[in-house]
């Protein structure tokens, strides 16, 4: 089975820096995604790690520590649209995906 | 090139009765999922269609099949309605040799009640 910790919620500042963590257990991994997920919306897809070490991308970077189980995704000068729930999906064999809680984060100006 | 395409957009059912939500994989994609996601939790894995087989599948009672056709669309079918059922129903579609893309419909949104 599978195992995925999130946070449920985090206040960030609009300009700030935000870290969302996720640990978690599974059997067969093979990468892990994050998604975001604007309300009523469908989950659009943010990053992959396959090994570990960090995996930047423009204002959003992604951690993985395949070892240790556990990833995290980083916002740099946060915007009022990021205000979203942001899920992290370990990935195993067979193309499959198991989504964690989701971690709705919420920015103010 | 169209992305993943879902439909109905929204659903209203009553408990018993049956539905089938469908869906069409992007352009090129050979794969497709499905998920069930409640409101304020994450998606939770139905099963997964490859070559008109299922390949996968999740946690979920056999109330909930599926089916894929020769163009790789897709549909879900789900009997004996209950309450709980209602939430997002989302797919997402993929190359199976391709693990990088997932990419995801707007989903259904179906109430039972």
């Known amino acids: 089975g599978q195992n995925i910790d999130q946070p449920t919620e985090m206040t960030a500042t609009e300009g700030a820096i935000v870290q969302i963590n996720c640990t978690y257990q599974?059997?067969?991994?093979?990468?892990l995604f994050w998604y975001q997920q604007h309300a009523g919306e469908a989950p659009t897809f943010l990053s992959y790690n396959v090994l570990d070490g960090l995996e930047e991308k423009g204002r959003f970077s992604s951690f993985l520590s395949r070892s240790k189980g556990y990833s995290y995704l980083l916002l740099k000068e946060l915007q009022m649209k990021d205000s979203a729930s942001y899920l992290c999906a370990p990935y195993n064999a067979g193309n499959m995906l198991t989504f964690g809680g989701g971690t709705r984060l919420m920015v103010k100006p | 090139d169209a992305g993943v395409t879902q439909s109905p957009t929204h659903l209203i059912k009553t408990r018993g009765q049956q539905v089938t939500l469908r869906c069409s994989p992007k352009?090129?994609?050979?794969?497709v999922s499905w998920y069930q996601q409640a409101l304020g939790q994450g998606p939770q894995f139905i099963f997964q269609y490859y070559e008109e087989e299922e390949r996968q599948r999740g946690n979920f009672p056999d109330r909930f099949s599926g089916h894929q056709f020769p163009n790789y669309s897709s549909e879900l079918n789900v009997n004996a309605l209950l309450l709980g059922d209602s939430a997002l129903y989302l797919c997402?579609?993929?190359?199976?040799?391709?693990?990088?893309?997932?990419?995801f419909g707007p989903g259904t949104r179906l109430t039972v009640t």
């Open positions: 599974t059997s067969g991994f093979n990468g």
């Open positions: 997402a579609s993929s190359l199976l040799t391709d693990t990088y893309e997932q990419y």
């Open positions: 352009s090129g994609h050979d794969t």
